[in-house]
């Protein structure tokens, strides 16, 4: 009798034995999801489409996201676990493009430590991680993205690609949609927005992720398309992932679908998709052609309506006459008509204006497919040096940078020049830190815009095709989207030279306590720039113009003010009090010796903006700096020392703007003082 309870005892435990290995396998099959959402998560777009059993991840709805995920998250066990780490899936998947248009932004296939990407974004980021979390380690993210649109922002090689995402929308490896074909011994390429079925298998074993793609009803190819070592427990330090699609829109649209999906975290176990039972391929319906005699009557009505417009049209004429001569046809591209801005602004009028500086007027405007544009009407009465600025502005247009506002053209007509840019809703950082209808930047917030401009800045003198000086870095020239990214706007005073070519001197421009004193002597130069945005970085922390004649003598000169502070061993004193003391003391201290390292007096004993970008991202230490270091500290008002400058007024909103000063306005081409973009103030 104990022999025989032994034995059911050794049984029981045996098969719970079995049962515990078995507990971290996960393994299922969709032959289409007849099921409904069973074990589905849905959010978004996403849904089921009955009774085909159809997974639908978005539709015609522009800048939308979809997301389905199981309900279950893959377990990869304990650490201790001698199990290796695998996984199996296969899915079918087609992205029908809306009639008439071009399609995107494609789908991706998901390991996520959570099931709740709702915060991500749609258009480029498909759906996975917004402006802060993409690149950020915290993600936890893996993705295969199906990517069908051409993102320079991601350094994406086609509009047409297969690419493995690690925490970052920047893939680790890439290629062309493309399959091996056994037969022919070579790669055949894929079109996904052919709105065909297309197969996917994803296989990772040990750390090997491997991706082949394949039409439906061909075998798995022989050669996987993509192949990576991945280390998914350094990706998911818990151990846990749940698996899925992720699927967005932009202003690109795309029916994205998924007809059937199997996975498992056994190769043995990873069921065979059954293509009989897989649901069929809507295809969006393009409208029925019209009967041939009302074909007809629409022509001759068209006809008629046409006659009455080439009356209307010729009335007008004057009314939207422009200026146009030989040598701007290279630039036709980034010419804009006068018409299509005039209705993109509404007639420009001033229920409509962002600001007016002492150069012109900015008008807010809504174009089709470039969406909201700042529109800035400049006078000019003389022809010269129009050419070289035209050809100053495309050479802007040609600039790529995430934090340059972008410029986008320009129209000429009769004594006018509008300058086209990108609109940037959350206005100037100078309305934050001096207007007091703006909630105060947090130091966080000030410390990310200083990111941005140094990364811009950095850009234009060492990543662009040539030399880019600024030479009017402020403040007011700093431009917020809605979610506070910084933007580096107006180049109207800009300059360019060829790179390796020395930086003749030029006029002295900027803007009073952003000014070098070297710029009245040997001219401007990159280092000049440098000088600027050390003004900028301590007007950013103090929350106070770097030249300011209404203060006191002891505090009018911001540098200065900062050393004197410094020596009394009360440098927090200098810091805004809109802050409310909340701020990191070893940032803000940082920040502010290296405003002071960049405004010093030697032009050469200044840090270049590559090393800036190091200084503030905490890569690279700042040398030993006191209030004695020779150079730290000089402040010497330009106005004061070049009596021949010329004022530019920059009336406008922000009426208490510094001014913006110029010894040459005629000779110099790109001479426009204030904002391509705003004016110097909203």
Known sequence: ???????????????????????????????GFNQGEGGLLLDGLAKIQLPGGLLQLTDATARQ????????PFDFGSASSSQSLSFWTHFVCALVPKPG???????????????????A?????????NISTNGSPSSQILAIELDTVESAEFDDIDKNHVGIDENNLHSVVSAPASYYSDREGTNKSLTFLSGDPIQVWIDYEDTLLNVTLAPLRNQKPSKPLLSRNINLTSVFPDRKAFVGFSAATGS???YQYILGWSFSTSRVSLQSLDFSKLPTVPRPKIPKKTSSLLII?????????????VGVCVYKRKKYAEVKEPWEKPYGPLRYTYKSLYKATGGFKRDGRLGKGGFGEVFKGTMPLVGDIAVKRLSHDAEQGMKQFVAEVVTMGSLQHKNLVPLLGYCRRKGELLLVSKYMEGGSVDQYLFQDDK????????????????????????????????RDIKASNVMLKGNLQAFLGDFGMARFDDRGANLSATAAVGTIGYMA?????????????????GAFMLEVTCGRRPFDPEMPVEKRHLVKWVVECWKRGSLVDTIDRRLGGKFIPGEVEMVLKLGLFCTRIVPDSRPSMEQVVQYLNRHQMLPDLSPDTPGIGVSTPMLMRVPSLAITSTSGISSASPPSVSSSPANNSMFISHTIMYGDGR
């Open 101 to 119: 248009a071009d399609g995107g932004h494609g789908i991706a296939f998901v390991l996520s430590s959570s099931k709740d990407l709702t915060q």
């Open 252 to 254: 690109l649209i795309s």
């Open 297 to 309: 009557l629409l022509v001759i009505l068209g006809l008629l309506v046409m006659a009455v417009l």
């Open 65 to 72: 996201k979809g997301h389905a995920f199981f309900n279950r």
């Open 439 to 470: 909630p105060p930047l947090s130091w966080s917030q000030r410390l990310a815009i200083l990111r941005d401009i140094a990364s811009a800045l950095c850009y234009l003198h060492t990543g662009a095709s040539q030399v880019v000086l600024h």
């Open 1 to 31: 009798m104990a022999q025989r309870l032994h034995l059911l005892l050794s049984i029981i435990l045996f098969v719970n034995l079995i049962r515990f290995s078995n507990q971290q396998d996960l393994s299922f099959v969709y032959n």
């Open 121 to 129: 974004d749609p258009t480029q980021y498909l759906g996975l991680f």
């Open 517 to 533: 004193l070297e710029l009245t002597s040997s001219g401007t130069s990159t280092r000049t720039d440098v000088y600027a945005f």
